[in-house]
């Protein structure tokens, strides 16, 4: 297959000539399209490739060894905090908020850590929900 | 014929090569998600550690104009007991002495 042939003229039959197109030209007009059809091709593989070879996989590289250095170190950090510091965190805000309703100025300065640790401050509501993903400091409840 | 074969064969290689790109795209989103809750949640842990610090900084501090916090705070060693002769503690809270 020949693919330099055909463009040099899709308009010009090979023959010229008026009237109903005959099948040497249809011939030469399918011939053409299949050459384009294949340096499109040509090209979209080439495009592919290279955003493979090029991007997706060096990004995939980094992303994928940045996680397995993460994972352990996050996950060994999240469990301490649970088991250590999460309990006392719980008790300590609620002991402040119980010191809080007898002595009201203390109220400005705990209002101030609402926004971080209001999930500790409404035990008597219902249970924390803390480390929540893309939850790190909503706006607290009123 | 012959060329028929050819296209047939380029479109099918075209074809494992989208394949393979939604494949590694796929993955790599998943990763990141991943990632970014990971790191949501360390910084989640970060900043509540930071901000009960800094309460019980406030609260120390508070024991200075009011002292009826002073139990509260050396139940929880931030403060610590008047004839105890512990160093002065640091400033988070501990466990509570039972």
Redesign the interface.
Known sequence: ?DLSKPEDGLSQSPRGGGGAPTVEQLQYHFEGL?GL??YT??A??AL??T??LCF??K??IF??T??DD??PK?GK??AE?RKG?EP??K???A??QS?TAS?H??QV??D??RP??WPYMITALSEPT????????PVPPK | M??NL??TL??G??LV??L??VW??V??FF??Q????????????E???N??Q???N??LE?SKK?P??DP?LQ??EIKPKPGGTNAPAPVS????AK
Do not use: H, W
């Open positions: 297959m299949r059809f294949l091709l040509f979209l593989i592919t490739v955003l493979d997706l996989r990004q995939m992303v994928r940045q996680l993460q994972r996050v950090l999240v905090y510091t006392l965190v008790s300590f805000t002991s402040l010191f002595n100025d203390f300065i705990l101030k850590y971080i640790l803390p480390l929540m993903p893309g939850k790190t400091s | 012959k060329s050819f296209c380029t479109l290689l075209f090569c989208a393979y790109t590694l795209s993955r790599y990763s990141v991943e990632l970014q809750q990971l790191q949501s949640q360390y910084v989640t842990v900043q509540t550690r901000a009960i800094s309460l019980a406030e609260a508070y009011n009826r916090i509260l139940q929880f809270p501990k466990a509570p």
